[in-house]
């Protein structure tokens, strides 16, 4: 089964510097990955995903992805944070095949200081 | 477009109680999710279907229980509520895995809040 691994829990960054939230996965196969965030009081919102192909991706909100197959690694970035980017990130790994559930981090909360 | 609609949003148990919490779909998904999130803990998986008819337990389904009857529905029943069960419940939903639509991100309720006192 799959595994995917946040290991930043809290981030704080100066508004307009920037960001990378780390995300590892574990999963014996090209999976298709995902980052979510929330804020507060909030259902989860997908940020951008990676299928196949490039694998350089980007989102909504000026986000994006890098895919590193050999660094088992799916990185999110933001050149430049705004204090509306506070929130909670979730990165999730699916499998493509055998009917396994997607699987979540345990989430990066993302604090903005002016 | 509801997409996928849980109720209710808030709820106060006594302990001992039970009570369902719904979750219905209406993208003609027949992957379901049900998971629980408690503070700096991530999303826990508490059970999931495949499709109708189909359940399997996730990572932490102790205390809970699922049906799937249906593709739009996806109830989850707690039946003896503990103070352990206080915690955000989401409901999720996607079609299944499938690499020539790529059409597989999940899409979630906007919670139930649950106390048990």
């Known amino acids: 089964a799959q595994s995917v691994t946040q290991p930043d829990i809290h981030i704080t960054v100066s508004e307009g510097a920037s960001l990378e939230l780390r995300c590892n996965y574990s999963?014996?196969?090209?999976?298709?990955l995902f980052w979510y965030v929330q804020s507060p009081g909030q259902g989860l919102q997908l940020l951008l995903k990676?299928?196949?192909?490039?694998?350089l991706v980007q989102g909504i909100k000026g986000f994006e992805a890098e895919f590193k197959r050999s660094q088992s690694s799916f990185n999110l970035r933001k050149p430049s944070v705004h204090w509306s980017d506070a929130a909670e990130y979730f990165c999730a790994v699916g499998a493509w095949s055998g009917n396994t559930p997607l699987v979540f981090g345990k989430g990066t909360r993302l604090s903005v200081i002016a | 477009n509801a997409g996928v609609t849980q109720t209710p949003k808030f709820r106060i148990l006594k302990i001992g109680q039970s009570m369902t919490l719904q979750c219905t779909q209406d993208?003609?998904?027949?992957?379901m999710y049900w998971y629980r999130q408690d503070p700096g803990m991530g999303l826990k998986l508490i059970y999931y279907?495949?499709?109708?008819?189909?359940?399997d337990k996730g990572e932490v389904p102790n205390g809970y229980n699922v049906s799937r009857s249906t593709t739009e529905d996806f109830p989850l029943r707690l039946e003896l509520a503990a103070p352990s069960q206080t915690s955000v419940y989401f409901c999720?939903?996607?079609?299944?895995?499938?690499?020539?639509?790529?059409?597989?991100?999940?899409?979630f309720g906007q919670g139930t809040r649950l106390t048990v006192v």
């Open positions: 999720a939903s996607s079609y299944s895995p499938d690499q020539q639509t790529m059409n597989t991100e999940a899409f």
């Open positions: 990676y299928f196949s192909g490039d694998t």
């Open positions: 999963y014996g196969a090209t999976p298709y």
């Open positions: 993208m003609n998904h027949n992957y």
């Open positions: 279907s495949v499709g109708a008819g189909i359940t």
